[in-house]
Structures are given as structure tokens and as C-alpha cells.
């Protein structure tokens, strides 16, 4: 079993960057692929972007990509999303997904994953 752990969200200028960082417990960590989803209000949830285990294999939402970038520390634990150029639609409170199931196309969905973070608010004014 995975806990999750989120921090990092805050509030931004459109334009401006931010890191969140999602810590995981569990010995095996490494053995989980990672994923980042938000949901806006009054919005379903969106996925965001996913990693395998080793960081390898990455996927992106079509609305991040080339601003957001998934990364992950099995070291310490941790997955991470830089995100870059923000826009006041990134909007939305950002949680981190685990699943220890191979890497399928549900992996960019969230029916892909297990565990799940409580979620950190990100907010881009604009």
C-alpha cells in the first residue's frame, strides 16, 4: 500500500512556474507507476500527466504539454511536476495517483491507478 502526500501548490501570476512535489511511503515505490490529475470546480478531473516506474515511459495531457514536466526521484520517494508558463485555466486543485499495474492505456485515466493524494490547490492569476 501507497500514501500519498502533496505540497507545493500555492497561489501564481499567469506566466509564472511552480513545483509540486508528491511524497510517497511504501517500500515499494519504485514498483508503482505515478501519475498527476486536477480537477477545477465544477470541472471533471483531468488527467495531467503519468510516468512508469523506472521514468522511462511519460505521458502529458494535450492541455500541458510542452509546459509540464513529470519527473521522479524513487530515491527519495517522490514524484514532481514542473510546471511552466501557467495560465490562469491551470486552475485547479492537483493530485498524485499510484498504481502498480504495468504501464496500458488506462494509465492516462484516472480508473488507471489505486492510491491517491489528497490534492494541493494551485490557482494562476491572471
Known amino acids: 500500500q501507497v500514501q500519498l502526500v502533496e505540497s507545493g501548490g500555492g497561489l501564481v501570476q499567469a506566466g509564472g512556474s511552480l513545483r509540486l512535489s508528491c511524497a510517497a511511503s511504501?517500500?515499494?515505490?519504485?514498483?508503482?507507476?505515478m501519475g498527476w490529475f486536477r480537477q477545477a470546480p465544477g470541472k471533471e478531473r483531468e488527467f495531467v500527466a503519468a510516468?512508469?516506474?523506472?521514468?522511462?515511459?511519460?505521458a502529458y495531457g494535450d492541455s500541458v504539454k510542452g509546459r509540464f514536466t513529470i519527473s521522479r526521484d524513487n530515491a527519495k520517494k517522490a514524484v514532481y511536476l514542473q510546471m511552466t508558463s501557467l495560465k490562469p485555466e491551470d486552475t485547479a486543485v492537483y493530485s498524485c495517483?499510484?498504481?502498480?499495474?504495468?504501464?496500458?492505456?488506462?494509465?492516462?485515466?484516472?480508473?488507471?491507478?489505486?492510491?491517491w493524494g489528497q490534492g494541493t490547490r494551485v490557482t494562476v492569476s491572471s
Open positions: 510516468i512508469d516506474w523506472n521514468g522511462v515511459t511519460t
Open positions: 511504501g517500500r515499494t515505490f519504485s514498483n508503482y507507476a
Open positions: 495517483a499510484a498504481t502498480i499495474r504495468a504501464w496500458n492505456p488506462l494509465t492516462v485515466t484516472a480508473r488507471g491507478y489505486d492510491y
